[in-house]
Each structure stands twice: as C-alpha cells, then as structure tokens.
C-alpha cells in the first residue's frame, strides 16, 4: 500500500501521467472531427521492411531512385524495393565481424554496431547509399547489392540524414558540427563547428548539398552556406534571435532541412520565423513569425509548412502572403507536409494521416495508416504518396476525386 501511495504521488508530479489525475488543460490533442470526404485515398502496395523506426525520435527517411526506394530501419536493416509495386530487390543488414582470442579460446562474434543506433535514414547519388549512426559513424553501400564500399568514423552522434551530390557527402552531428567527406572514398575533407545553446531540439537538420553549395542550418538560428571543396563560407544569414528569459524561450532551433526551389531557399525555425533567402546570398526575400521544427513541402506556388501548435499553413511562395490555414488538427503533433498530386498530407501522433485540398486547405480524406505513428518525412514523386511507418511498414498511396 505504501508503494502505491508513492506511485500515484509520482504520477500527479509527473506532468499528471497517471490517467487518475488528468484533468482538461487546453493542451491536449484537438478531438478528430467527422467530414464529408470528397477524395479517394488508395493504398497501392504495403511491404515489412525491417522493424521500423524503434523508440526515441528518430526519422529514418527513405530515398528515391528511379524506379526504387531504399529504407533503413533503427536496427540497419537496408531494403531496396520496386517503388512501383513494392517487390523487394534485396535486403541487407549492416554488421562487423570480429574474433580474436579469450585466454586459450578462439572467439568470434558479429558485432551488431548499427543496431539499435541507425539514426537519420537513408541517401543516394551515383550508385551509393549513406547511413549514419548514433556512435557517429558514417556508411556507404552499394545501391546495386547492398555491399559496404566505406566507412567512417566521426566525432559526433548522427542524428540526421547524410546529404550529398555524388562528389561530398556532409554530415551534421549533434554537437553542431558539419563534415564534408569525398563521395567515393570517405576521406576527410573539411569540418565547420558551430557549438550549439545549452538547450535545443533533439537532433539537428539535414544539410542541403548542391553541386555549387552546401545550406546548413544549426541550433542558434544560423543558416549558412559553404562551398563544398574547401569549406569556404559564402555567406551566413540569422534566421531567427532568440527571445525571453528561460533558456526554453530562447530556443530557435533550424530543425528542418533547408528547402529549394527557383533558385530560393524556404527555411523553418523553431520558435522564430518561416522564411525565403536568395540562394546566391542569402538576401531576405520575405519572411513570417512562426515555429516549426519539421520539413517544408511546395508546390508550384504555395509553401506548406506544419506549424508546432498544429496548424498547416499554406503561404505564397512569392511573397510570404497566407493563402490559407486548417486548424482542424491543433496539437496532434504533426509531421511535415507532402505534396501528392491536387493534395497536401501530415500524418499525427496516432498514425492518422489527413489529406488536404491544396487550394483551400479544407480535409480531403483521412486514413489511419500505422497505430505506431509516423516520424519520417513522407516521399512523394509527384502522384504517388510514400509513407514509412514507425512499425515497419513502408506504403505507397494516391488520391483522386472522389466521384
């Protein structure tokens, strides 16, 4: 009896965690609304590949391409698909052997080193695959096989995907900084460190690598860009100041991975601004309050961004103007949109993904996809939807009118 007066006590201290103490405070996910669906959404293939994105809060994003899909799995499971129809191409896990001798024993073991530990999911150029871990190690496969061609070890937990152009690959860490390594080869080329605030975000964004510059955001706010031989700082732009006492105010964290399109770079801070610089010096081009600390989808005219109170916004590419928001879905926890055909997609906390008209933001369609949830970034090749489930499971959809 003693031990259970304890427990409720810890559990009204906790955040009131315990079910016996919770009590409606306004913060709790919005209630999901029944509507009348006006779009068809159609799973096309599903297929097991590995055992999914594990616990914590990793976002083991898949890649495209062609006409295949790889996926990594918290456990380095390597999978390569037919993205058309979901055939599996094959399937690797990415282990060491070592023996050796204990006293008068011979040993030998597998050591899993990726297990439990594959951190920022999966890229592609030329023919080669990039995977990066928490003990901070990068590795490069062969797209054809799966068979390890480098792998190198870094000063840093990776908690993001490695980026490259088929000549670098850049690597952010979570102590804030950036590694450039050769492609084919691994080697050391360059590294930037820009030591982060006492408290920021869990993980750190994705650089985004161009044959001409590598864009990195980091937790202060700064979002730079470097030529990619040597290192050289082309310029650097202060997305976002930090605001308030508490060092919780104070966070503006570039959490997602910078976005591109005609030649103008889209970034999202935690906290701070959602804004557009020129590729070529970072100038201003316009910018907005607003937090958010998951990746950023456009379509020909519109920026879609899931706001960290829940809200999905869609601004003008242009000028920054709001074309529409949906607050339909407050504080459930949103992942990133993606645009798929006529239609924008986040997925929740609770795995439900929620289609919504890109003209109007009004909810199109809604399907629960995985109950585990989803943490990576959803893929698109334009029509076709790609959504990697944290049970393990990656599936392809599409969506039309519904007649």
């Known amino acids: ?51 999914g994105q594990g616990i914590g809060l990793t976002q083991l994003t898949p890649v495209i391409d062609g006409d295949k899909i790889y996926t990594v799995d918290h456990e380095g499971i390597v999978t390569a698909l037919n993205r058309q129809n979901g055939k599996k191409l ?58 390890e061609v480098w792998r190198k070890q870094l000063k840093g937990e990776i908690s993001s995907v490695p980026q490259t152009n088929g000549q670098v690959v850049a690597v952010q860490t979570m102590n804030g900084k950036l590694f450039v390594l050769d492609a084919k080869t691994g080697a050391d080329m360059w590294f930037f460190e820009n030591p982060p605030p006492v408290l920021t975000l869990r993980g750190s964004a994705a650089p985004l690598v161009t044959d001409s510059a590598i864009f990195a955001g ?5 979002l730079m860009a470097f030529n990619p031989s040597n ?33 103008i770079l889209f970034v999202g801070t935690y906290q701070g601004r959602i804004a557009a610089v ?18 950023l989808a456009a379509s020909d005219d519109k ?63 809604r399907d629960r996809v995985d109950r585990k949830g989803v943490r990576a970034p959803m893929l698109t090749d334009g029509s076709i939807l790609y959504v990697y489930g944290n049970g393990g499971s990656l599936m392809a959809f599409t969506a039309k009118v519904k007649k």
């Not at 070529?280 to 309050?289: E, L, N, Q």
């Not at 960290?308 to 074309?323: F, H, I, M, W």
């Open 1 to 51: 009896m003693r031990h259970l007066k304890w427990s409720l006590l810890l559990c009204a201290v906790l955040l009131s965690g315990c079910s016996w103490f919770s009590k409606k405070t306004g913060q709790e996910p919005m209630d999901l609304e029944s509507f009348k669906e006006t779009a068809k959404l159609s799973e096309i293939w599903s297929r097991g590949v590995g055992n």
């Open 278 to 295: 020129a590729r070529g010096t970072g100038s201003s081009v316009w910018g907005v309050d607003g937090s958010t600390s998951e990746n």
């Open 303 to 365: 920026l879609f961004v899931s706001q960290s109170d829940g809200k999905v916004v869609a601004y003008s590419l242009t000028s920054g103007e709001q074309l529409w928001q949906n607050e339909k879905l407050l504080r459930r926890r949103l992942s990133g949109p993606q645009v798929f055909g006529e239609y924008v997609a986040v997925v929740d906390f609770e795995g439900h993904m929620h289609v919504l008209n890109q003209s109007n933001g009004e909810l199109a369609a």
């Open 90 to 147: 094959w399937s690797t896990k990415i282990t060491k052997e070592f023996s050796g001798w204990m006293g008068s024993v011979v040993y030998s073991f597998k050591e899993k080193d990726l297990n439990h530990g594959i951190t920022g999911g999966i890229s592609y150029a030329d023919g080669l695959l990039y995977i990066g871990n928490y003990a901070g190690e990068v590795v490069a496969l062969s797209a054809t096989n799966g068979k």
């Open 218 to 222: 980091f937790a202060n706010g700064r």
């Open 231 to 263: 290192g050289l700082i082309l310029w650097e732009q202060r997305m976002a100041l930090p605001k308030g006492r508490s060092e919780l105010d104070r966070m503006v964290d570039i959490h997602a991975s910078p976005l591109i399109k005609d030649g």
